[in-house]
């Protein structure tokens, strides 16, 4: 819920617009679950309310009345969930969804959780009913295939994913571009806006002249590396890539990376300014002081000089590649 308001948020500021979000729970069923939704409202920057009444009804009534008191542009309620059909949570939702007559309804499933998940949503539909469906754990082996199978089993759209742990990991619902990674054929243009979001957030963009010029500097490969962390982990970002799907490499390998790139931005934190803009006067004795600054060894300094010359060679590759290009812009 936490992510469908952020997601509201960044869609609004897109707009030049500003909402006022409120959250709220009546899950008084999952230990926890409000005292954690509690927190994340304070992450994402929404308001939070918490009812005093302990009856799922009651609750919803006295955050509703909170709600239009406070003049909010958007309520965002949790109800309880379950793996399993439960009629009893079935009649407090029905009674909830009479009491406020919400605009729009979602039902979050869990994409791993395959026909089980599917029982649930037709019991919801038939008690409820819902406009939407939204999937969580995207991210997983399970590659999509429950999303095909909601749609084909509810005629209901899907209309945001979740694909992973962090309050960003949240995306619109494409069905082309999800068929095309299910398919191993990569999603360019999900990766390009990801790529553009990042950037939009950035104080300074990495300079794609000097990249591809064959005069980038170490500092602007720092930026690079900052910037396609914010993006997502290696593996988040294979999924995308056409051919990989995430499975052409092993955990190992992609573990491995992911190492490799916390190392090299630590070598890059030690070094000064003048050493990351012109690497040339990088000798020995300097690079033992970035090695013991780092942490690391010298052969890793080394290591990093090497893939930053391999880097400036890709990126001159790259330019003007279509919506990738766009990576290094």
């Known amino acids: 819920m936490a992510k469908l308001a952020r997601f509201s948020q960044k869609q609004a500021q897109k707009r ?45 009534q006295e955050i509703y009345a909170h709600y239009k008191q406070g003049g909010y542009d958007l309520l ?6 379950r793996l399993h059909v439960d009629d009893q949570m079935l009649k407090e939702l029905s009674q909830i969804n009479a ?35 939204i999937l969580t754990k995207m991210d997983s082996d399970t590659r999509g295939g429950a999303a095909f199978s909601f749609r084909y089993a509810l005629h209901k759209p899907i209309h945001f994913v979740g694909k992973g742990e962090k309050i960003d990991d949240f995306d619109q619902f494409f069905p082309k571009r999800a068929a095309g990674q299910i398919l191993g054929m990569g999603d360019l243009q999900s990766l390009a806006e990801k790529a553009d979001e990042v950037m939009a957030q950035q104080k300074h963009a990495v300079d794609y002249a000097a990249m591809t010029s064959g005069k980038m500097t170490l500092q602007d490969f720092a930026d690079q590396m900052s910037m396609m962390g914010k993006i997502g982990s290696m593996s988040q970002l294979m999924k995308y890539m056409p051919g990989m799907g995430g499975s052409a490499m092993s955990a190992q390998a992609i573990t ?15 070094m000064t300014p003048k050493e990351r803009l012109n690497p ?3 000798d020995a004795s300097r690079k033992k002081r970035i090695a013991h600054g780092a942490g690391v060894a010298v052969n890793q300094v080394n290591l990093l000089l090497q893939r930053f010359e391999q880097v400036q060679q890709y990126a001159k590759l ?12």
């Open 16 to 60: 030049g617009k500003k909402r006022t979000v409120l959250l709220a729970s009546v899950d008084f069923y999952r230990p926890a679950a409000i005292d954690q939704l509690e927190q994340l409202a304070s992450t994402v920057g929404v308001s939070f309310y918490r009812a005093q009444s302990t009856s799922p009804v009651g609750a919803a």
């Open 76 to 81: 965002f309620l949790d109800t309880a969930g």
């Open 99 to 133: 009491l406020l007559n919400p605009r729009y309804k979602f039902l979050v499933l869990d994409a791993m959780t395959g026909q089980e998940s599917l029982a649930v949503a037709r019991a919801f539909n038939q008690v409820v009913g819902f406009d939407a469906g």
């Open 256 to 270: 491995q990376g992911e190492l490799e790139m916390k190392r090299f931005l630590a070598i890059l934190s030690s």
């Open 280 to 282: 040339r006067i990088l």
């Open 318 to 329: 790259f330019k003007k590649q279509g919506p990738f290009g766009r990576l290094f812009s």
